[in-house]
């Protein structure tokens, strides 16, 4: 069982930068691949970034390939989301989820039904 408990967000002008910190309970982290995605009000659950087990490996959705980095330091059971350049449009609640398959493959990570645990979100609002 992991529990995971994002933090970090927060009101931020247009051009500003986040970084969500994910902390995961329990033991073996290195073993689960990460991912972060969010949610606005009236639409669908989006994939932003995911990270393999040790972290070689990171994948991105095309709305913030080149905006976001997705990092994990497994000696402190946390992954992140460091968020540059941030627009109206991102503005959403923030989800970190585990999947306890280290080595998921891109198109895999990007799915929601790939992870097996979520956290309950942090809230992320860009004003002009």
Known sequence: QVQLVESGGGSVQVGGS??????ASGRSFSGY???WFRQAPGND???LAAITGFGAIAYYA????G?????RDNAKNTVYLQ????????TAVYYCAADADAYGSGSYLKL??????????TQVTVSP
């Open 45 to 47: 659950r989006d994939f």
């Open 18 to 23: 986040l970084r969500l910190s994910c902390a």
């Open 33 to 35: 691949a990460m991912g």
């Open 112 to 121: 929601g039904s790939a992870y097996e645990y979520w956290g309950r979100g």
């Open 83 to 90: 968020m540059n350049s941030l627009k109206p449009e991102d």
């Open 67 to 71: 905006r976001f980095t997705i990092f």
């Open 62 to 65: 095309d709305s913030v390939k």
